[in-house]
């Protein structure tokens, strides 16, 4: 069975802090999506990425999946209020159309 | 542009009856999914599909029924309600051309 576990499970911050999240796993995908989830609403995809190593910047957010493929991390720097959301990475292994979704971060970004 | 709709937004079932959510999308997209979300935590496959007349089962598939006769609706079907169903049900379409999943707004189903 798949896994892609994420740390942390919460988190809580002042505005203006940097956090990172990861997002692991034992297998290889061959694309990894990061999604952010607001209440009441479905994911919103944020980024993927597909080449180990790969890194992209989307604004303060900068996603980096790993040299092997098997997990990856977002970056926010200087977190505003708006960042607040449960972050979701999910990934597609070679070949099939399933994604597995990881356990997801609730973050909360105080003012 | 609706995207993924989804109906209904809010249902509550007794154990043993039996509903179908329905998850409607107007992209022309080939791909279908069916997740579950249970409160604070990730997304659990429970159906996918490929195209129309094609399905297959996800990680959590027991308990639920899919069909996909068009292109543009895949209807998930439970037919023996039980407590553990209780959740929020997402359907989301992509196109082969992109990795790109697009999510409906949710239904919130409990079983009491």
């Known amino acids: 069975t798949q896994l892609l576990e994420q740390s942390p499970q919460f988190l809580s911050i002042q505005e203006g802090e940097n ?10 995908f061959s694309s990894l999506q990061w999604y952010r989830q607001e209440p009441g609403e ?4 944020l980024v993927t990425v597909v080449t180990g190593g790969e890194v992209k910047k989307l604004k303060r957010l900068t996603f980096q999946f ?9 970056h926010i720097t200087a977190a505003q209020p708006g960042d607040t959301g449960l972050y979701l990475c ?5 070949g099939t159309y ?5 356990t997801g971060t609730r973050l909360k970004v105080l003012a | 542009n609706a995207g993924v709709t989804q109906t209904p937004k809010f249902r509550i079932l007794k154990i043993g009856q039996s509903m179908t959510l329905q998850c409607t999308q107007d992209m022309n997209h080939n791909y279908m999914y069916w997740y579950r979300q249970d409160p604070g935590m990730g ?19 027991n308990g639920y029924n899919v069909s996909r006769s068009t292109t543009e609706d895949f209807p998930l079907r439970l037919e023996l309600a039980a407590p553990s169903q209780t959740s929020v049900y997402f359907c989301a379409s992509s196109a082969p051309s992109e990795e790109t999943q697009y999510f409906g707004p949710g239904t919130r189903l409990l079983v009491l």
């Open chain 1, 19 to 28: 956090l990172t999240v990861y997002c692991n796993s034992s297998s290889v």
């Open chain 1, 42 to 45: 479905g994911p919103v995809l």
């Open chain 1, 98 to 102: 399933k994604y597995i979704f990881g």
């Open chain 1, 90 to 94: 999910a990934g597609a292994t070679s």
């Open chain 2, 43 to 61: 997304l659990k496959l429970i159906y996918y599909s490929v195209g129309a007349g094609i399905t297959d089962k996800g990680e959590v598939p």
């Open chain 1, 66 to 74: 790993g040299d092997a493929r098997k997990d990856s991390s977002l």
